[in-house]
């Protein structure tokens, strides 16, 4: 790759699987826990200077929002214009509930 990182890197850690994260959210929703997550991307949702994704690894499913302001500008790009659906990612983040009421991770690095 042109940037010298490894677009398939051979491994990268997590701390928790996506079933584990929401469950630790649920218990102590006032307790903020950094979490480094990884899925498949199964929706994506851009909204100009964030995004919406859904990944799924083999516990659950989880809402992501990656806002460019968080992230940084470059990583932000590479994430507009080279991941898509059925791409493989590594976040970390912490949770909150959205207006909506969904628990989403709010992603601090891809």
């Given at each position: 790759?042109?940037?010298?990182?490894?677009?398939?890197?051979?491994?990268?850690?997590t701390?928790?699987?996506?079933?584990?994260?929401?469950?630790?959210?649920?218990?102590?929703?006032?307790?903020?826990?950094?979490?480094?997550?990884?899925?498949?991307?199964?929706?994506?949702?851009?909204?100009?200077?964030?995004?919406?994704?859904?990944?799924?690894?083999?516990?659950?499913?989880?809402?992501?929002?990656?806002?460019?302001?968080?992230?940084?500008?470059?990583?932000?790009?590479?994430?507009k214009?080279?991941?898509?659906?059925?791409?493989?990612?590594?976040?970390?983040g912490?949770?909150?509930?959205?207006?909506?009421?969904?628990?989403?991770?709010?992603?601090?690095?891809?």
């Open positions: 790759m042109d940037e010298g990182k490894s677009p398939w890197p051979s491994y990268k850690p701390s928790h699987t996506n079933a584990q994260a929401l469950g630790a959210f649920k218990q102590a929703p006032s307790i903020t826990y950094t979490f480094q997550l990884a899925g498949r991307i199964l929706t994506r949702r851009d909204h100009g200077k964030s995004f919406f994704c859904n990944i799924m690894d083999r516990s659950a499913t989880i809402q992501l929002y990656i806002k460019k302001d968080v992230v940084g500008e470059g990583a932000f790009e590479q994430f214009h080279t991941i898509d659906c059925g791409d493989i990612v590594w976040v970390e912490t949770l909150f509930v959205t207006k909506m009421g969904e628990t989403t991770l709010n992603v601090q690095k891809i």
